[in-house]
């Protein structure tokens, strides 16, 4: 028998892990770099002659043999004393497993191998140093890929798209598990339909598949010889596919077969302890991906189903107005959050709209969310005005999360409250800590409505809300909106309302398509309720809600283009902060006149009146501006009201005078200007007509 083996350059070798010795005869000793006589190595002694990373392989290809119970086949590369490979052997060897001492014991044989030319078949399987490289590089491409998969879908696609290094298949398919049946979870490199006979089969059938998820162990098929007498049931099931080799491996994860996986191959494979390493590799990573997958997909349907049924769907139609509504969940973990928007019928036939922002993006973010919009909806119910509802809300959310002594995960919200007039327009608005809203008026100019506000929900209990009244004319339409749809990427409140401003502007469809083009505008498409790669880049939660006043003239309110635009504000005595945002609405209002110096003698103008009203009378002032016809030929008239009855007087103030001035400097620079007394009170009003070019502030070139 030594001199056979002899003949034939292989060597004989025994390797007894209890003791931790390797036997090898006069051959193997040879083969392995040694002096040419039979000798007891030890593992250090035997590891020093082999390669580092094939020897970290050989553990596991005695692994996987013992439990597939098979012959254990390595190649290696022998190393010597300088470290250079000096040839390449095979190893073959019957282990064999003592369950109660957890020893190994082996019997082989070692035979050198000669290196195949690259592209021939032998070449599809060799084991060089290259296709070692290539397969690590592979296995490491293939798990970052799958890693990053976030759904089954991508998952499959990338198992699809794998090019195993030397040896790559050109059928898949993975199989799941529901009862006591085989699914099709996903296939590739088959026709539509052609999973047909395979899926909804019982696991008792004799199919490769099947006793794959009954065993946990892998089925290697080398060629068609190999199927037919194995599984000559299912054979002509496989048989016209016309594919040569098929490796079956087992989807396992925490000890559990949650499935199957095909990897058919169109010429034989040999199916080499290195080959089916890779395939094991893959499955293995293919399987965490899948589960990764699934619960990925379940806890966004479940999050998404909760979301769904906290958000409310809009009321039935408004006469003589129209509402759309958008909300768009955080990719930061679950998808649930604390934005949300509503709206309520009122007992005295108004209706409310309500948006608000409860901190945080989890799942009690979620809770408080719908707890707190429940209790907006019963104090609205009840009839209480929106300063009311905002103070009982504010009440309510403090005893919930400050109540606990023990609390540490305190929270608060902001909101916006309008209660709605669908006959007048008129629109009580009270604020919370929320950005306030703005108004796309008729001929598409949009202009920011500053509103009083108190201190956001939960804060203080006993907060105040004043409430501020505008008026939504025919064809304006309403913008609320959470700092979401604002601030994300990077943009800060004023950067990120000039990007909002635009698209507002440009925008010439519906409300719903208007709805629309705002999140996609931020985030790319989206619908009422988005998920997904979308929603994974999600930095804050949108909420979006539009309230359009139908025009006088037909087609949708959004489109309406009548030739005036107007701003109205009051002013309070005990607010002459407001003098500025005054300014800043006028000067909004006037963004694209033509010449800047009229826009500059406007403000001032406005500023002067304003102040004449605060200072030298005790009532309240009331702001009105508006332009009207097309640009080039524009008209704005800007008119301050009183109700004091003292009418102003045109003095000559000195060179040290502190005030006076205000009614000669309307005189210098208005077009036309006048004071009309009223039945209660009067109003001081001047007008400038649009110059072009360079034309002067007075009008004339």
């Known amino acids: ?141 293939a798990g970052r890929a799958l890693a990053e998969a976030r759904s089954t879908t991508e998952v499959l696609r990338v198992a699809a798209g794998l090019s195993m290094p030397g040896f790559s298949p050109d059928g898949l398919a993975v199989f799941g598990v529901e009862g006591d049946r085989l699914t099709i979870i996903g296939h590739h490199g088959h026709q539509p339909g052609d999973e047909s006979p395979f899926s909804h089969m ?13 065993t946990g162990r892998a089925v290697y098929l ?131 709209l309500v948006i608000g922002d409860v901190q945080g993006h989890d799942v009690r973010a979620a809770g408080l969310m719908g707890q707190l919009r429940i209790a907006l909806r019963a104090y609205a119910s009840e009839g209480h005005r929106p300063d ?56 598409g100019t949009v202009l920011t409505r500053p509103t009083a506000g108190g201190l956001p929900l939960g804060i203080d209990p006993d907060a105040d809300y004043p409430t501020t009244r505008i008026t939504l004319e025919p064809g304006e339409t309403l913008l609320l909106c959470t700092d979401g749809l604002i601030e994300t990427g990077g943009h800060d409140m004023e950067t990120g309302w000039k990007r909002i ?46 309230l359009s006043r139908q025009g006088e003239c037909a087609g949708d309110p959004v489109v309406v283009r009548p030739r005036v635009r107007r701003t109205m504000l009051s002013v309070a005595q005990a607010e002459p902060e407001r003098v500025a945002v005054a300014r800043q609405q006028l000067r909004e209002l006037l963004h694209d006149w033509a010449s800047a110096d009229q826009v500059d003698s406007a403000v001032l103008l406005l500023s002067e009146t304003l102040t004449n009203v605060l200072v030298h009378t005790d009532a309240d002032a009331l702001l009105l501006a508006e332009v009207r016809g097309d640009p080039g030929e524009r008209r704005m008239r800007v008119e301050v009201t009183d109700t ?16 006076g001035r205000g009614l000669v400097l309307i005189e210098l620079l208005a077009d036309v200007w006048g004071v009309d007394p009223r039945g209660e009170g009067k109003s001081i009003w001047f007008e400038l007509w649009e110059a072009t070019g360079e034309a002067s502030a007075d009008g004339t070139s």
């Open 1 to 141: 028998m030594g001199e056979v083996l002899a003949a034939l350059a292989t060597g004989l070798w025994h390797w007894d892990t209890a003791t931790g010795l390797v036997t090898v005869d006069t051959e193997a000793a040879r083969l392995l770099g040694l002096p040419a006589e039979e000798t007891v190595l030890t593992e250090a002694q035997t590891r020093a002659r082999l390669h580092p990373v094939d020897w970290n392989e050989i553990t596991g290809v005695i692994q996987l043999a013992v439990a597939e119970d098979t012959l254990a086949e390595v190649r290696v590369r022998i190393m010597d004393d300088q470290g250079q490979v000096v040839r390449v052997v095979r190893s073959r060897s019957k282990p064999s497993f003592d369950p109660v001492k957890k020893v190994y014991e082996l019997i082989g044989t070692l035979q050198e191998v000669t290196e195949p030319r690259p592209g021939t078949p032998a070449g599809r399987t060799a084991v060089t140093g290259d296709w070692r490289r290539s397969r690590e590089a592979f296995l490491l491409d």
């Open 202 to 214: 019982a696991l008792a059938t004799d199919y490769p598949a099947a006793e794959v998820v009954r």
């Open 222 to 352: 080398s060629s068609p010889d190999d199927y037919r007498s194995r599984y000559p049931v299912t054979w002509p099931l496989a048989q016209r596919f016309g594919r040569q080799s098929w490796a079956f491996l087992p989807l396992t994860v925490a000890g559990r077969t949650m499935g199957a996986w095909m990897a058919a191959f169109a010429y034989p494979v040999a199916f080499t302890p290195d080959e089916r390493s890779v395939l094991t590799t893959v499955a293995r990573m293919l399987a965490q991906a899948l589960s990764r997958a699934g619960v990925a997909e379940s806890e966004r349907e479940l999050t998404d189903g909760l979301q769904r049924s906290m958000l409310p769907t809009l009321g039935p139609q408004i006469p003589g107005m129209s509402v759309a509504a958008r909300y768009v969940p955080t990719g930061g973990g679950l998808q649930v959050g604390g934005d949300w928007y509503d709206m309520i019928p009122l007992p005295n036939g108004r209706f409310a």
């Open 388 to 443: 009311a509802v905002l103070s009982r809300a504010s009440r309510f959310l403090h005893g919930m999360t400050y109540g606990d002594t023990e609390a540490t995960d305190l929270r608060f919200a902001t909101c916006l409250y309008v209660e709605a007039d669908p006959t007048t327009g008129i629109l009580d608005v009270a604020r919370a800590g929320h950005p306030d809203p703005a108004i796309r008026m008729a001929d």
């Open 501 to 546: 401003r635009t698209i507002l502007e440009d925008h010439k469809g519906d409300l719903e398509a208007l709805a629309d083009a705002l999140v996609q505008a931020v985030h790319g498409p989206s619908s009422h309720h988005t998920t997904g790669p979308l929603a994974d880049r999600r930095e804050d939660d949108i909420a979006v809600l539009l």
């Open 644 to 659: 004091s009855d003292d009418l102003p007087h045109k003095r000559r103030p000195g060179e040290l005078a502190s005030s």
